[in-house]
């Protein structure tokens, strides 16, 4: 049964916390079917509302984590008191604790060259006996036709139990609904930035920030020339929007999409593709 969603303009973010989320991936990967997480805020929230392609690959997702506290708030308005954040770079951590007692194995897609093999070599310390067995850094442009077809080798000597995608939004997301039939792995999980954050190339904001919900000003801090045009447009914007959906000026429907849950395995992997495969 799909896990129910709050609708926030017209994005069903799931009702999770990160025990939860821990909980269902982990009988997702027991029960060997495919499908991808969206790990989603305000950014994914706010490129939705004029890319209905994008909205659709959201709701369409194994899960729509709730990433920022806004769509935290959102929930809890709504009437689910246990929804809480759940943060892509927290969502990692949690997989890997459990990782080495269910022997899940892993896959590192995206980041900029060198950081995949990096993290890689992080985590193995963090977690000893982690079962990492392959990565790959994909150029800043769409696959070509021969690097494509060595990523599904790739992949498919490999089978990994979860297939982490750090690019950003919405090209991680892309790629992940383009891709879900052709790879032989079991979840994708798009985490953007986590990769950066968990080599230590990328500072992260102090917890207090992360839980108030100004993360993202600690973000645009550290990294203004690219990140202003984001926050400076996505969060009043979102402000507006969220203020229209909740006096019901303006209605925000929440289709549902026809592929919820988990799919059944892939029997031949290799069907064309176009999706947007490029780092941040």
């Known amino acids: 049964m799909p896990t129910p969603r709050v609708n926030v303009l017209g994005v069903g973010i799931s009702v999770l916390n990160l025990e939860r989320a821990r909980a269902l991936l982990a009988e997702a990967a027991a029960r060997g079917g495919k499908g991808y997480v969206c790990v989603t805020g305000v950014h994914g929230v706010i490129e939705a509302q004029a890319d209905p392609a994008f909205r659709r690959i959201l709701n369409g997702s194994f899960l729509t984590t709730p990433d920022g506290m806004p769509m935290v708030w959102c929930g809890r308005l709504a009437g689910h008191k246990s929804m809480d954040r759940v943060y892509g770079p927290d969502l990692m951590l949690e997989i890997f604790r459990h990782s080495c007692r269910h022997g899940w194995s892993h896959f590192f897609y995206g980041g900029a060259p060198g950081v995949a093999e990096r993290l890689k ?5 963090r977690f000893p006996g982690v079962r990492i067995v392959g990565t790959y850094c994909p150029p800043f442009r769409p696959l070509n036709a021969e690097e494509e077809a060595d990523l599904l080798r790739r992949v498919a000597a490999a089978r990994p139990d979860f297939f982490w995608v750090g690019l950003s939004t919405p090209k991680q997301e892309r790629f992940m609904a383009a891709y879900l039939d052709r790879l032989e792995a079991k979840i994708l999980i798009g985490v953007g930035a986590a990769f950066d954050f968990h080599t230590g190339r990328v500072p992260q904001a102090p917890r207090w920030m992360q839980r108030s ?14 990140l202003w045009r984001r926050y400076l447009k996505n969060n009043p914007l979102f402000l507006a929007l969220g203020f229209c959906q909740l006096t019901g000026l303006k209605k925000f429907p929440l289709d549902p999409p026809e592929n919820t ?11 064309p593709a176009k999706p947007e495969a490029e780092n941040p």
């Open 213 to 226: 919900g100004l993360e993202w000003f600690y973000r645009l801090c550290k990294e203004p020339r690219r």
């Open 261 to 271: 849950g988990l799919r059944p395995p892939s029997k031949k992997a290799g069907a």
């Open 121 to 125: 070599q992080r985590m193995e310390e």
